[in-house]
T-cell receptor
């Protein structure tokens, strides 16, 4: 079945880069997503990558996709305290609208 | 001011009572979703609906029911059959992407506590 795995916790110093990793199982996923959740709130889409790309850059965010290893990563450059949140990786399933989410990585940024 | 709203933000119920969580969107989205979030487990899909008057079970539908009588509204009922209902419930909506990017827009969530 479909499964998305992430490490549960990452702690970095303000100004450093953060790298959050994710592995997924469905090789037919067309899009992979990164969502951010701030405390007590819903999720918001940060960025996404189409499965035939291997990299996407959007300001401080860089997404790398290794389709052979089914590995996705999100790099946040110059991490700020406002980046402290839970980050979820998600893959699209089939041709419909379903997404499968990972358990989330808690990012803690120390000043 | 477009968006997706959930009410109430906090809900307390006694064990054995059914409770209905509200979800409304004015984004003109066809698809709507209910997720449950527990610490360390991420989001799990309860039910989803791709069009009015139609909905499908997700991965953990047991003990829950939904209706989709209007495009804007997708209420979730947590029944007494749900063994462990205390959780944070998130509603989301999206366009029907049919293989394209599926950006789901999330509400602020309802924290349900069963006493």
């Amino acid at each position: 079945g479909e499964d998305v795995e992430q490490s549960l916790f990452l702690s970095v110093r303000e100004g450093d880069s953060s790298v959050i990793n994710c592995t997924y199982t469905d090789s037919s996923s067309t899009y992979l997503y990164w969502y951010k959740q701030e405390p007590g709130a819903g999720l918001q889409l940060l960025t996404y990558i189409f499965s035939n790309m291997d990299m996407k850059q959007d300001q401080r965010l860089t997404v790398l996709l290794n389709k052979k290893d089914k590995h996705l990563s999100l790099r946040i450059a110059d991490t700020q305290t406002g980046d402290s949140a839970i980050y979820f990786c998600a893959e699209s399933i089939g041709y419909g609208n379903k997404l499968v989410f990972g358990a989330g990585t808690i990012l803690r940024v120390k000043s | 001011d477009g968006g997706i709203t959930q009410s109430p933000k906090y809900l307390f119920r006694k064990e054995g009572q059914n409770v209905t969580l509200s979800c409304e969107q004015n984004l003109n989205h066809d698809a709507m979703y209910w997720y449950r979030q527990d610490p360390g487990q991420g989001l799990r899909l309860i039910y989803y609906s791709q069009i009015v008057n139609d909905f499908q079970k997700g991965d953990i539908a047991e003990g829950y029911s939904v209706s989709r009588e209007k495009k804007e509204s997708f209420p979730l009922t947590v029944t007494s059959a749900q063994k462990n209902p205390t959780a944070f419930y998130l509603c989301a909506s999206s366009i029907r992407s049919q293989g394209a990017v599926n950006e789901q827009f999330f509400g602020p969530g309802t924290r349900l506590t069963v006493l």
